[in-house]
């Protein structure tokens, strides 16, 4: 991380530790920020942003306020510097590079499969079909992370089958990969206090 990206990390989470105080007074000055310290390829996603913070009335206004009461506090910061910082601000420059040297596109996001099984057995879903031989390793998804990190991807989505399958592994890579945002595609039954801690 270079001095400008720890700056504004710090900036970021003293920011949000005002937002958390009085999300309402604190969200217009928080997403001012946002602005002076963003490119300017995100200006217009920025102006929407801006849109629905001033709009108490706006569902996303009341979705994001829903949020900030009743996700744990480190929870959302966590996300926030995940996806908005790493995925997004900080790794622009180097998404961009990448698309250059390699005259490809760098997505936003990697979805991957860690497995092709599942707990359940839906009418129509291919998921049973497959069985339970596929499985990516935890070596395969480690190094399918890595790869995407040097292209400077931080957003990974899992679907399956269903990834819960492979909770260990999941979590496993989670922490090894602290730096990264993962959303699961689940049928949220393998979901028990253990994986919630
Ligand atoms: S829970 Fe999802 S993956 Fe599993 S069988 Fe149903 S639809 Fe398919």
């Given at each position: 991380m270079n001095l400008n990206e720890k700056f504004t990390t710090y900036a970021v989470g003293k920011t949000l530790s005002y937002i958390h105080k009085d999300p309402e007074k604190n969200l217009p000055k928080a997403v001012s920020l946002a602005r002076k310290i963003s490119p300017n390829a995100y200006s217009s996603q920025i102006d929407r942003i801006e849109e629905v913070i001033n709009d108490p009335d706006n569902v996303f206004y009341k979705y994001i306020i829903n949020m900030l009461d009743r996700i744990d506090e480190d929870v959302f910061d966590k996300t926030i510097t995940n996806?908005?910082?790493?995925?997004v601000l900080f790794s622009e420059d180097l998404k961009r590079e990448t698309r250059e040297k390699y005259n490809c596109n760098v997505p936003w996001t990697i979805l991957l499969d860690p497995?092709?099984?599942?707990n359940l057995k839906c009418t129509g879903c291919w998921a049973a079909e497959y069985g339970k031989s596929l499985n990516l390793s935890y070596d395969e998804i480690d190094d399918i992370i890595n790869q995407g990190k040097d292209m400077g991807i931080y957003f990974y989505i899992y679907t399956g089958g269903e990834p819960l399958v492979r909770k260990k592994d999941i979590l496993k890579i989670a922490e090894k990969h602290n730096d990264c945002e993962f959303l699961i595609f689940t049928n949220s039954t393998l979901i028990d206090d253990d994986f919630v801690d």
């Open positions: 996806f908005m910082l790493n995925g497995t092709t099984a599942c």
